[in-house]
């Protein structure tokens, strides 16, 4: 994907200059040199992401949506990006927490933090509310209280711990991983914390479909399995010193099933 430019061509089985589209209504239709027609839209999200500079896989828009819901991003939120990438997720969440919300991403990389900084100056704008931050999040976050947790990491077992600490109570935590060897170790990593339940792990498949006059049929190629998304919720730690006592239901000798039915 190319911006505009003063001076450029566009080729596309044609040419136009890019200056004849300059103040041109969205929406509408230009001719190229051989007269073809071709529309004039704004991309989407879901169109900009895939063509996105970048050094590394970006998270798919057919990701980025159950990631959000199912996350909760809500206008106002903090949240914090474990692992920023070219910054596709990034943008999303700016989208979603809007500028009463903060979003600080934790990026080890400096190249990949200047290539998420320049693709959200590029592809969303300015952003005060944004922070990034170039270090090793196992280390550790500098916030507490935070409402939702997004880690895009290939070890988020070991960042449990830290996230146990910047987040509230009742957050949202996401992991996202590729492989079901890395779903099993996240999963039974969270599992063994006390601060951390209800647990959730799915992944999703998007297959377009065709539809022209009387075939109406699925295409043949789909996008099927991406990553794993895990969700869990922040809870208030059990005091595992101080057991609660078992629960006993007196045996009164009698059976529900000897009964008769009504």
Same mark, same amino acid.
């Given at each position: ?7 450029? !061509? ?19 239709? /230009?001719?190229? #040199? ?54 596709? +997720? ?25 290539? =998420?900084? !320049? @693709? ?8 005060? @509310? ?13 916030? $507490? ?12 077992? *070991? ?14 935590? /996401? ?16 599992? =063994? ?10 992944? $999703? ?11 109406? *049929?699925?295409?043949? *190629?789909?996008?099927?399995? #991406? =990553? ?5 919720? !922040? +809870?208030?730690?059990?005091? /595992? ?22």
């Amino acid at each position: 994907m190319k911006m505009l430019r003063a001076g450029k !061509k566009l080729l596309i089985r044609g040419e136009l200059r890019a200056e004849e589209l300059f103040g041109v209504e969205e929406g509408s239709r /230009v001719k190229f #040199s051989t007269g073809e027609m071709f529309l004039v839209l704004r991309p989407t999200y879901a169109d900009l992401i895939p063509h996105l500079p970048r050094a590394s896989q970006v998270i798919y828009p057919k990701d980025t949506g159950p990631l959000l819901i199912w996350g909760d991003v809500f206008p106002g939120a903090t949240v914090i990006e474990g692992g920023t990438g070219a910054g596709a +997720l990034t943008i999303a969440l700016l989208r979603a927490v809007g500028p009463a919300g903060r979003v600080i991403s934790y990026e080890l990389r400096e190249d990949f933090a200047d290539a =998420a900084r !320049k @693709n959200v100056a590029a592809f969303f704008g300015d952003a005060p @509310n944004w922070t990034i931050k170039v270090r090793d999040l196992y280390a550790g976050f500098d916030e $507490t209280g935070v409402d939702r947790m997004f880690l895009d990491l290939a070890e988020p077992g *070991r960042a449990l711990a830290v996230a146990a600490d910047a987040l509230r109570p009742g957050a949202v935590l /996401v992991c996202y991983v590729p492989t079901a060897v890395q779903l099993k170790d996240t999963v039974e990593a969270i599992q =063994a914390r006390s601060d951390f339940g209800e647990i959730e792990s799915f992944e $999703t498949l998007l297959r377009h479909w065709q539809v022209k006059g009387m075939s109406v *049929r699925p295409h043949f *190629r789909m996008i099927a399995h #991406s =990553a794993f998304i895990i969700v869990s919720r !922040k +809870l208030v730690a059990a005091d /595992v010193s101080h057991p609660p006592e078992p629960f006993v239901v007196a045996d009164s000798g009698e059976s529900d099933l000897d009964e008769p039915l009504e």
